[in-house]
């Protein structure tokens, strides 16, 4: 045998004194070459374990117990709470503060259960942020009324049966309270979009335009 051939697969530089530390830890692999790529496959264990770490560490937006103060203004009072960023006024609404009118459908913008009127403009409050809400009014369906009566637009969706199972009933009458205060008297066109993000999975929609044109009536003292 040459030395050529003696020297066959081993790695460069070695003598023929370390042949004899050759193993045949994974094929084709000498003993040097496995430990180091496994000193290298742990350096990588411990710099992910690391930068998993880091990556923890900023995804800690709040402490537990911290939060912003902020006070909201609600059906005409006041409420004063602490509140995590990330909460949803939809959240705040129904379960910090109790108004349960408003209801959770999707929690994603596109069924318009969650309406309520901010600023006389209907908007989904399941895609608000309570930190958002601050300094503006808001109104739910429990402040449409006046004690323990129904208030116009609540009446009308009685009188003309604008309900199945009622679940999305809140929403639709809070899209019909801020279409009308902004326009007073609308068409059945104008009716038919300010409500057109409201979806109704019983399929009320004719009684639901009629209860809205009513509501108009009611509005001005039951005549036009």
């Known amino acids: 045998m040459t030395n050529n051939d003696k020297n066959f697969g081993m790695e460069e530089g070695m003598s023929n004194d370390d042949d004899r530390h050759q193993c045949t830890c994974g094929k084709g692999l000498t003993r040097r070459q496995f430990l180091t790529s496994a000193g290298a496959g742990a350096l990588v264990v411990a710099a992910s374990g690391h930068l998993g770490k880091e990556r923890e560490a900023s995804a800690a937006v709040i402490k537990?117990?911290?939060?912003?103060?902020?006070?909201?203004?609600?059906?005409?009072?006041?409420?004063?709470?602490l509140v995590e960023p990330r909460w949803s006024l939809l959240y705040v609404l129904r379960e910090e503060l109790g108004f349960t009118g408003t209801k959770e459908g999707c929690g994603r913008g596109e069924c318009g259960a969650c309406t309520v009127v901010i600023d006389n403009v209907p908007r989904y409050s399941c895609m608000t942020l309570a930190v958002e809400a601050e300094g503006v009014e808001i109104t739910t369906v429990e402040g449409l009324m006046r004690g323990e009566e129904l208030g116009p637009v609540q009446k009308a969706f009685v009188e003309h049966d604008a309900l199945q199972c009622g679940y999305c009933t809140p929403g639709q009458i809070m899209s019909v309270e801020g279409l009308l205060r902004k326009e007073p008297h609308p068409t059945i066109e104008q009716i038919r979009q300010g409500v057109s993000g409201n979806l109704c999975r019983c399929g009320a929609y004719t009684h639901i335009f009629e209860a809205a044109k009513r509501a108009v009536e009611l509005k001005h003292g039951g005549v036009l």
């Open 64 to 81: 537990s117990g911290e939060g912003n103060k902020i006070t909201l203004l609600i059906n005409g009072k006041r409420f004063h709470m």
